[in-house]
């Protein structure tokens, strides 16, 4: 097809990626909204790209579909991560990528791939007293800033109004995404919904948010290992000890090609 882009799209528990190799587009705000806009375009949480970096497999920049890039993506990385193995000739056991900021492992764990969140800074950077809408709070930056909130029945919650009022706070000078978390009755197991800045809507999965929520609950509970998190998209799971680990469900949707 003459004027067109191939690409690949990943889900990671419902967080889903369109994914473009070596694109020869320029990453424009523009092309970005439409190419994953829902109804005109292919329809996505956002765009990763591909291209080569010294030393590692790939780099990978995130582009959300308000057209605005973000630092870090971890359902993104593990989305790449798997696209880069099923291509590879000979599969390895852990891959290397860089993000905007750090260089992330990646190691093949049973079917699917885990991460290493090496990028973890800032926690309780900033003052939360000034929020008593909900039980607990707690901010984290797990490659993206993370504010997060423990609330009685997360399902309850109209999400898109209330989180963005936090989203958007003047605490927060690069703004956050914004968590709920609810305890539930199974050992070490809680429910998540997760407000994605740059989506500026709820998402089925957030890997970062997912982090996020599992130091929180560390931080709050003296949780640690796994911790098992329900979202829209799935369950996933949070290692956290010496080193922290996220995983979960990563789906090949569909390839094709976009009409430019």
Request: include cysteine.
């Amino acid at each position: 097809m003459k004027n067109s882009l191939k690409f690949t799209k990943f889900s990671g528990n419902g967080n889903d990626f369109i994914i473009l190799d070596h694109p020869t587009v320029e990453m424009t705000p523009t092309f970005v909204k439409k190419m994953c806009d829902r109804h005109f375009g292919v329809g996505a949480d956002g765009i990763l790209t591909l291209t080569d970096f010294i030393g590692t497999d790939g780099e990978m920049r995130i582009y959300n579909a308000d057209g605005g890039e973000a630092e870090m993506c971890g359902n993104g990385l593990r989305c790449l991560a798997t696209y880069i193995d099923q291509k590879q000739n000979h599969a390895k056991n852990a891959y290397r990528i860089k993000t905007m900021n750090a260089t992330y492992e990646v190691v093949r764990q049973n079917d699917a791939f885990a991460i290493e969140m090496s990028e973890i800074k800032d926690k309780n950077l900033y003052d939360l007293s000034q929020f008593h809408e909900f039980d607990r709070s707690f901010f984290i930056n797990t490659g993206v800033p993370h504010l997060v909130f423990l609330v009685k029945d997360a399902k309850a919650i109209d999400i898109k109004p209330t989180a963005a009022r936090y989203r958007y706070h003047s605490t927060f000078p690069n703004g956050t995404n914004v968590s709920f978390v609810e305890i539930q009755k199974d050992y070490q197991t809680a429910y998540v919904r997760t407000y994605e800045r740059g989506v500026e809507d709820e998402t089925h999965s957030c890997g970062t948010g997912l982090t996020a929520s599992a130091l929180a609950l560390n931080f709050w509970n003296g949780w640690k290992e796994v911790i098992t998190l329900k979202t829209l998209g799935g369950t996933q799971k949070v290692l956290v000890g010496n080193k922290v680990f996220y995983s979960g469900e990563v789906k090949h949707c569909f390839s094709g090609e976009y009409s430019l």
